[in-house]
């Protein structure tokens, strides 16, 4: 694929390397000091560093002047931008101010519902849902122009990427879905976390038999397990995440002193068998509120150094 | 039809408890389909504010009246040579039924006696559902006769979103994922392959957005 941003992320994939992403999460407070720790820990050892957007709803700094920080520090943020909280005004008006610090990738997301943070009592918007968001950016990025139709001065050049869950229902339009995003304009797909790996690779093989691997680059999403508590929490707690009854088991079987280890050693075989899927363009290591095992992570998976590109 | 909630008689008691005549006005449209504001709903909150006063050994005056509709002129203008009989109305019509009281008989307060919902269907005898924000420009043509600005939590308009788990919605497994709704229906009607066709950004203008809005007919109009 032909490189169209000045995206390090985007350069590295069409250069054929494995990406590797993480991401930070803002904190609930003004300390810059924060996010600057985070990305200090994993900088080294990633290609570009999400930074989430009032994840699931809870009131935090925002994305935006969290990604401001790191292009600060010489880092390649990625912007994520939930359809919840803003119009159309305000997306297009974010996605200039962070155009204007050569903030160079977007996730476009919808955002977890608010009833699930501190303001579920607040209004919602989604004015766009995040597949319109992808138009939005493309449509300011490649035409130059804003929704409203008046021309941009210095439009935004973005990467553009979206989430995917191949483990949400239904199954059979999960598939069709990517291939909305593809048509959307969706340039490359962070996954959710992925246990399940048969159907991940079921998934996988569906959407390259319609040709959609050859428009997508796809980062495969893996989170390690911290304890056994927390690969049943994700089993049985959170929507749309797989966990193999195997899996929870064979953290469940670990000494409790080293579970957190064989979370770690299970990331890492995950991301080895992924390195051999065909698809699979780089990974998204999402280390929640343990972003010190990152370069671990990165490191035992064969996947360090990082390339440089120019 | 336009789906109604009781409030809580405590509420309604703290609206007009300084009045001492007092007309409950019901309506005989939506709210009574829905057994909140019909002429049962009428006696009911009226007898038990009868109760209320007369433990507080206040001497009320409360009459009940439910007229056809409270959304129409000619319905309204029913009560015009008794309205001067009381100091307050609780209208149990819809909070549309409210306001045009209001407008018509501008010196005298209306309290609203309900609290309006949604516009929805009686899916089984005390069991009201949404169906329609009333966005003022229809997609269901689209989308297999489901509506997912009024159905999904987050009125996804390409759907569903990560949330959606065994067909139901994220914020409460009560609730069906819209857009299951809408791909089984496609699938029923043959239609499927229509769902990987992009719903472009959608104009707010004739939703809330736009402001209050209204429809004028000329065709109908004298």
Redesign the interface.
């Given at each position: 694929m032909k490189v169209k941003t000045p995206s390090k992320l985007e350069k590295i994939l069409a250069a054929g390397h494995y990406a590797v992403t993480s991401e930070v999460g803002p904190p609930r407070g003004s300390d810059p000091e924060i996010i600057i720790k985070k990305a200090e820990m994993i900088k080294n050892h990633v290609d570009a560093i999400n930074v989430t957007d009032n994840q699931t709803s809870v009131t935090r700094m925002c994305s935006l002047a969290a990604c401001i920080r790191l292009k600060l520090m010489g880092l390649e943020p990625v912007i994520q931008m939930v359809t919840?909280d803003r119009n159309?005004i305000a997306l297009q008006s974010d996605i200039l101010g962070a155009a204007s610090y050569d903030i160079h990738n977007i996730l476009c997301l919808?955002?977890?519902?608010q009833?699930?943070g501190d303001c579920a009592q607040g209004q919602?918007v989604?004015?766009?849902?995040?597949?319109?968001l992808i138009?939005?950016v493309r449509y300011m990025r490649d035409e130059d122009k804003f929704?409203g139709g008046g021309d941009i001065s210095r439009p935004p050049k973005m990467f553009v990427g979206a989430?995917a869950?191949p483990f949400?229902?239904?199954f059979?339009?999960r598939v069709?879905r990517l291939?909305?995003k593809v048509?959307?304009g969706v340039e490359f797909i962070q996954t959710?976390c992925i246990y399940n790996m048969e159907k991940f690779e079921l998934w996988l093989k569906m959407a390259g038999d319609r040709g959609l691997l050859d428009k997508v680059y796809i980062l495969a999403g893996v989170t390690p397990f911290k304890s056994a508590g927390m690969a049943r929490y994700m089993k049985n707690r959170v929507?749309?995440i797989e966990v193999p009854d195997e899996l929870v088991k064979r953290m469940a079987d670990t000494p409790k002193e080293k579970q957190s280890e064989e979370g770690i050693n299970i990331c890492i075989e995950q991301i080895e068998h992924l390195k051999g899927v065909e698809g699979v363009h780089g990974f998204h290591v999402m280390a929640i509120e343990w972003e010190e095992m990152v370069p671990d992570i990165v490191e035992r998976s064969g996947l360090y150094p990082r390339p440089t590109v120019d | 039809m336009i789906v109604a909630d009781k409030k809580p008689i405590e509420e309604i008691i703290e609206e007009i408890k300084n009045n001492e005549k007092i007309l409950i006005l019901g309506c005989n449209e939506c709210v009574t389909v829905c057994e909140a504001g019909g002429k049962k709903e009428v006696g009911v909150l009226a007898s038990a504010l009868r109760m209320y006063f007369l433990n507080q050994g206040k001497e009320v005056k409360i009459d009940e009246i439910t007229l056809e509709r409270q959304c129409d002129h000619e319905y309204l203008e029913e009560i015009r040579d008794k309205m001067d009989q009381y100091d307050a109305v609780v209208s149990i019509a819809c909070g549309v039924g409210v306001q045009f009281m209001a407008e018509k008989y501008h010196s005298t307060p209306v309290y609203p006696g309900v609290n309006t919902c949604f516009l929805g269907v009686t899916e089984e005898r005390g069991l009201w559902t949404e169906r329609c924000q009333a966005c003022g420009h229809c997609i269901l043509a689209s989308t297999g006769g489901i509506c997912p600005v009024a159905r999904c939590?987050?009125?996804?308009?390409?759907?569903?979103?990560?949330?959606?788990?065994?067909?139901k919605c994220?914020?409460d497994k009560e609730i069906d994922?819209a857009w299951?709704l809408i791909?089984d229906r496609l699938k029923a009607l043959d239609r499927l392959d229509e769902?990987?066709a992009?719903?472009?950004?959608k104009d707010?203008s004739t939703d809330r957005a736009g402001g209050p809005r209204k429809v004028v007919r000329e065709d109908v109009q004298q």
């Amino acid at each position: 694929m032909k490189v169209k941003t000045p995206s390090k992320l985007e350069k590295i994939l069409a250069a054929g390397h494995y990406a590797v992403t993480s991401e930070v999460g803002p904190p609930r407070g003004s300390d810059p000091e924060i996010i600057i720790k985070k990305a200090e820990m994993i900088k080294n050892h990633v290609d570009a560093i999400n930074v989430t957007d009032n994840q699931t709803s809870v009131t935090r700094m925002c994305s935006l002047a969290a990604c401001i920080r790191l292009k600060l520090m010489g880092l390649e943020p990625v912007i994520q931008m939930v359809t919840r909280d803003r119009n159309r005004i305000a997306l297009q008006s974010d996605i200039l101010g962070a155009a204007s610090y050569d903030i160079h990738n977007i996730l476009c997301l919808s955002g977890d519902h608010q009833s699930f943070g501190d303001c579920a009592q607040g209004q919602n918007v989604h004015d766009l849902d995040s597949m319109q968001l992808i138009q939005t950016v493309r449509y300011m990025r490649d035409e130059d122009k804003f929704l409203g139709g008046g021309d941009i001065s210095r439009p935004p050049k973005m990467f553009v990427g979206a989430a995917a869950n191949p483990f949400a229902d239904p199954f059979e339009i999960r598939v069709p879905r990517l291939a909305k995003k593809v048509a959307a304009g969706v340039e490359f797909i962070q996954t959710q976390c992925i246990y399940n790996m048969e159907k991940f690779e079921l998934w996988l093989k569906m959407a390259g038999d319609r040709g959609l691997l050859d428009k997508v680059y796809i980062l495969a999403g893996v989170t390690p397990f911290k304890s056994a508590g927390m690969a049943r929490y994700m089993k049985n707690r959170v929507p749309g995440i797989e966990v193999p009854d195997e899996l929870v088991k064979r953290m469940a079987d670990t000494p409790k002193e080293k579970q957190s280890e064989e979370g770690i050693n299970i990331c890492i075989e995950q991301i080895e068998h992924l390195k051999g899927v065909e698809g699979v363009h780089g990974f998204h290591v999402m280390a929640i509120e343990w972003e010190e095992m990152v370069p671990d992570i990165v490191e035992r998976s064969g996947l360090y150094p990082r390339p440089t590109v120019d | 039809m336009i789906v109604a909630d009781k409030k809580p008689i405590e509420e309604i008691i703290e609206e007009i408890k300084n009045n001492e005549k007092i007309l409950i006005l019901g309506c005989n449209e939506c709210v009574t389909v829905c057994e909140a504001g019909g002429k049962k709903e009428v006696g009911v909150l009226a007898s038990a504010l009868r109760m209320y006063f007369l433990n507080q050994g206040k001497e009320v005056k409360i009459d009940e009246i439910t007229l056809e509709r409270q959304c129409d002129h000619e319905y309204l203008e029913e009560i015009r040579d008794k309205m001067d009989q009381y100091d307050a109305v609780v209208s149990i019509a819809c909070g549309v039924g409210v306001q045009f009281m209001a407008e018509k008989y501008h010196s005298t307060p209306v309290y609203p006696g309900v609290n309006t919902c949604f516009l929805g269907v009686t899916e089984e005898r005390g069991l009201w559902t949404e169906r329609c924000q009333a966005c003022g420009h229809c997609i269901l043509a689209s989308t297999g006769g489901i509506c997912p600005v009024a159905r999904c939590a987050k009125r996804v308009l390409n759907g569903p979103c990560g949330g959606s788990a065994k067909g139901k919605c994220e914020i409460d497994k009560e609730i069906d994922c819209a857009w299951q709704l809408i791909i089984d229906r496609l699938k029923a009607l043959d239609r499927l392959d229509e769902y990987e066709a992009l719903c472009p950004l959608k104009d707010w203008s004739t939703d809330r957005a736009g402001g209050p809005r209204k429809v004028v007919r000329e065709d109908v109009q004298q």
